[in-house]
């Protein structure tokens, strides 16, 4: 089964829906496979109120639902389904759908995000979108004068950390090593910040609350003969401990850096393969907002506008 579209855009967040609309005023006729989690990351968010154009905010899957009908208002071809391999040799090039289905593309956009790791706890699931967040930008402004911890030792987490301390009374930064793995000037930042507590050396075992999240039980220096238990009372409990970008079918041919963000020419959304665009959170590991990924979107289509146009396809 085999089918032949113009532009194929890959991934259903903010970035891949803007592609389709830009694509599909542009006539392009644009196929949009939505992936395993159509709407992306936003769907997991509850109130988005940083996109401009909504001043009294709006819900996380209510704005991908509005993404999708914008771009279905013009035409965009928007389908279930998850891309499981590509072969990006030579154009037009040939992405498999579903184990199954094979799509012929002259232009793809790649828009198929970034997945922020967790610790694996059931209790991450128990209370996500009632106290656990991902996203400090995002989410952070509900805690305000409230407390929260923040995991990881890295860039992001004393990022994260740094931003909620302007936002809420206390921050805990759970770390399991000794040390931050931060740059000097981050970790500067949060040693320095009165309203930030670093607890090194401590892992966090569950989550306490009614219906919410209301406190943590941590592990200090687990294994060693001193370990002890520790419970913070905390409103929100913030992950950074790393992103992962979804880019792995195509790694065999697109450039990517040492994490698996793809690699674009900077100001751009191109790849190392002519036609082959990128956008949005997988390829962004310094943004990661939905208003930059639905630039990038933006960006993209206009790319395979005119990469078809130059070559007459
Ligand atoms: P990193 O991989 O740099 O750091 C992840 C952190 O999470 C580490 O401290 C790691 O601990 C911790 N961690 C990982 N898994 C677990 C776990 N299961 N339990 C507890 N802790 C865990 O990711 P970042 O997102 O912080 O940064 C990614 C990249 O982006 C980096 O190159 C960073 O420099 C860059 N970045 C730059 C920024 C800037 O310049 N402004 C801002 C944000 C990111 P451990 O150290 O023990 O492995």
Redesign the pocket.
Known sequence: MTEKVRCLIIGSGPAGYTAAIYASRANLSPVLYEGMQPGGQLTTTNDVENFPGYPNGITGPEMMVEFKAQAERFGADIRFGYATATDLSAAPYKVTIDGEKIIEADTIIISTGATA?Y??LPDETKYSGSGVSACATCDGFFYRKRKVAV???????C?EATYLAGLADKVFL????PF????KI?QERVLSNPKIEVLFEH?TLGLTGDKVVQGANLVKRRGQSDEEQVHIEIDGFFL????KPNSDIFKPWIDTDE?GYIKTIPGTPRTNVEGVFAAGDVAD??YRQAITAAGSGCQAAIEVERYLSEKGI
Do not use: C, F, N, Q
């Open positions: 790791k610790l694996g995991v990881g030792g890295g860039d992001t987490a990022e759970i770390v399991r090593k931050l793995r931060a740059s981050m892992e950074a401990i790393g992103h994490v590991p310094h």
